[in-house]
């Protein structure tokens, strides 16, 4: 499975699909269970919805504290993903309990929470793609001088990420993971996909973004050998030349510096 969805010239991250169904599910759940004792439990089931992803939120935020503090109007960014489940989980059932009462109607509610947070634990890790090698891709040039081979790579852990500049997401998130990659333990190289240098060094000029750790790709041969069919994309490589993870769209500090840590524990 390769974690992504497509409908004809669109792409849509397959996870991110399946939790606003697992959402609807749950909402609808919460509804027919009040239906059934003569009860409006909407109003309930959408609270209980929005209060559990809020405190979902703020928990992953405070979980990856140090991350947010270096740009706090990311925590409004919810699209890029980052949600802890069981604080989510105790919010929403607290609101249900609150909203519908220690009852049938409540007690449904709550099973009703259970049985889809269970099958979201049931589905979240088939949905991750396997780990697979990391296919052959031409040597890359660096903007700031000299070639990158990626085979010489190989026994560290590495992360690339595949951008361009007409790409509105990837010129978002493309000065937090410049600024990363320049501390990062695991190297992580920005690989621009189709334009000319010139471009690139003009666009990252324009807008005071390093370049020491910006490739250029002319031909978009990573991203066809990655299959990557929409920016931006992050892949996350083991010291074993394995893939262990995609991100894609738009990636978070937090997203970023979890999937690093994740690399180096596994490389030691």
Not at 11 to 21: E, G, M, Q, S, T
Request: aromatic share 8%.
């Amino acid at each position: 499975m390769s974690g992504v969805l497509h409908i004809g010239p669109f792409a849509f991250a397959l996870d991110r699909l399946v939790a606003l169904v697992v959402l609807w599910l749950f909402v609808t759940l919460v509804v027919v269970v009040g239906k059934r004792a003569g009860r409006n439990s909407r109003p309930a089931a959408w609270a209980a919805l929005l209060v559990g992803l809020a405190v979902a939120r703020i928990g992953y935020v405070v979980q990856y504290y140090q991350a947010f503090s270096a740009d706090w109007l990311s925590v409004f960014a919810v699209w890029q993903g980052g949600f802890a489940l069981i604080p989510g989980l105790i919010a929403a059932a607290a609101v249900l309990v609150l909203m519908l009462g220690l009852n049938r109607v409540g007690g449904g509610a709550a099973a009703g929470l259970v049985v889809v947070a269970l099958l979201w634990v049931g589905i979240a890790p088939q949905l991750r793609p396997a780990a697979e090698p990391l296919p052959a891709i031409p040597a890359l040039t660096r903007l700031s001088g000299g070639t990158v081979d990626l085979k010489t790579l190989h026994g560290k852990p590495v992360i690339l990420n595949l951008w361009a500049t007409w790409c509105p997401p990837c010129r978002r998130e493309l000065p937090m993971l410049a600024h990363e990659a320049k501390t990062s333990a695991v190297p992580i190289l920005l690989i621009d996909q189709g334009e000319l240098p010139e471009k690139v060094r003009t666009f990252l000029t324009e807008n005071g973004i390093d370049n020491s750790h910006v490739l250029i790709d002319e031909r978009g041969a990573t991203s066809s050998a990655l299959h990557a069919q929409a920016f931006p994309t992050t892949v996350f490589i083991n010291a074993d030349g394995m893939i262990v993870k995609r991100h894609m769209g738009e990636i978070s500090r937090a997203a970023l510096q979890a999937g690093t840590a994740a690399l180096l524990k596994e490389s030691s």
